[in-house]
């Protein structure tokens, strides 16, 4: 019989909605359920596509004994971390206090009051390598709970308030400049990897949003060790197995230095953030490869993250049917030389094997290959390649394809408009640019309420309980920023305002210039979570001031413009130290310290080619952060359009910053040097 779960819209939870464990969703009846019967909570978080949430459920919360146990002595409360990062967030941190890692699932023991007591992540369901079972953990929280209460209530008691105490101090709100940037430029170098791209050891996460800082810092100063870290990288992992070579897209992260075998789960999140990097990097150097992986990456997106309502979905998994009925990581994406004899015949096969780097003892497991490009002398026939690719892509989409979780997360669908909007307007692909455009018009009529006020995810058309968080907000202007710039719409400006000025109102402390991830009217956790720290997305702070930095160079807010500015205090103290994980903060910086470059494009009609022409070229600078506003002559969609007239007839560019204008021009040579000077 299905628990409370069956209920909820999260595929995560809804995988769990059959177990034996009589689950609760988060929710203020179950902590007074643990408050009337004197249980400790136990609180699980996970996501649906994260291997280990899917073992432990197999082992314990499938299993009927740990079951029984579990519904005699705890309340038990799931949570999907994607549709509650703030519940996330808070715990995690604790987690990360107490044991120095952490990591999902994430197990967490409370009391009905919430306070953590116990932590850990996966437990295995017999002891195993120094970790107890999950049943020896369960006995001894029941022991302590029952017979040494006072101390649980100590030592949660100790631990909120020192989760309290970790409030972040960040020096002033001064925005960072030239030597905080220099400074952090330096600390990347120092931990580049210089023979396989990218920073730091195993596993390797894609960089994508140190990679931008490095494209913008080159823009800005002509660094060329800056574009030279940034070009090397985006080779190495669009040659490496993290990048699916058939279908295109990239895995999570690689479990090896030399990007070879991926965590094969696709966040979209990851392919939104990457596609866009690319994209840039075409934009900065015209490399092929970074051309082919940017379109690569945004046919993936819409082909197979899609919704049926316009959004995009969050993720694939990273387990398949293996044919025989056991679900394996990787399934659907490695192959054997029999496999690739069998789809292509003998002779075809050797081409591909070499092409892609399949051995015979395999670069993966059970002598399986993850499909690379290494780099080799021989030159390869491209019609050839490209017809063994499409025969293997064919043969693949005849295998049990990876479970995709249906939700559509806001801040997420807000990066990969601003992704698909962009890549279409470079690449001349107005599907791509329609794509984002349907996703957007999602948000405005699912997830936006008539103050303006956003909601964190939908599925199937149904708008989820859960309010969205400072990123969602952050991202989803970013989005709706890109795309006025790449359309010429200036209501995705307005709706940016909107959004923003709830930044403004319900998460920035009004003196200090801090950003929360929650707004102060929300649900109380046992601390307000608050992390400026890139990681696998912007933090909603950093995005927050990039988008308040955007709208300001859009409309002239003043108050967007400050708020931006005391935002950036954080990558001012973070940047030098820790610039792996302040990417998109410094990102931001480099824009602010550019300007950014405002630019105006009017002519006679927008469909005008000349017109059209001038805008692309404008959308092409690789100017930090710069912004364009496309117009007709005493058009009110954009503020950047007021006051700009034609010259002598013919579509004009109109480019300031820092209150300085140059002189209008209706060459396109002449903006495209403004823009790259």
Sequence with gaps: MPNRLAHETSPYLLQHADNPVDWWPWSAEAFEEARKAGKPVLLSVGYSSCHWCHVMAHESFEDRA???????????????????????????????AATGQGGWPMTVFLTPEGEP????????????????????????????????????????????RDLAGREISYGDSQAPGEEELAGALLGLTREYDAQRGGFGGAPKFPPSMVVEFLLRHHARTGAEGALQMAQDTCERMARGGIYDQLGGGFARYSVDRDWVVPHFEKMLYDNALLCRVYAHLWRSTGSELARRVALETADFMVRELRTNEGGFASALDADSDDGSGRHVEGAYYAWTPRQLTAVLGAEDAELAAQYFGVTDEGTFEHGSSVLQLPQQEGVFEAGKVESVKRRLLDARAERPAPGRDDKVVAAWNGLAIAALAETGAYFDRPDLVEAAVGAADLLVRLHLDEQARLARTSKDGQVGANAGVLEDYADVAEGFLALASVTGEGVWLEFAGFLLDHVLARFADPESGALYDTAVDAERLIRRPQDPTDNATPSGWTAAAGALLSYAAQTGAQPHRAAAEKALGVVKALGPRVPRFIGWGLAVAEALLDGPREVAIVGPALDDEATRALHRTALLGAAP???????????????????????????????????????????GDRLRAALNS
């Excluded at 020896?136 to 909120?160: H, N, Y």
């Excluded at 006051?643 to 013919?650: C, I």
């Design 66 to 96: 740990t079951a029984e146990y579990l519904n005699e002595h705890f309340v038990s409360v799931k949570v999907d971390r994607e549709e509650r990062p703030d519940v996330d967030a808070v715990y995690m941190e604790a987690v990360q």
């Design 625 to 667: 952060g710069a912004v364009v506003a496309l117009g007709v002559p005493e058009s009110d969609e954009f503020p950047l359009l007021a006051d700009r007239p034609l010259v002598d007839g013919a579509p004009t560019a109109y480019v300031c910053r820092n209150f300085t204008c140059d002189a209008p021009t209706t060459d």
């Design 117 to 160: 007591f116990y932590f850990g992540t996966y437990f295995p369901p017999t002891p195993r390598q120094g970790s107890p079972s999950f049943r020896q953990v369960l006995e001894g929280v029941r022991a302590a709970w029952t017979d040494r209460r006072d101390e649980v209530a100590e030592v949660a008691g100790k631990i909120v």
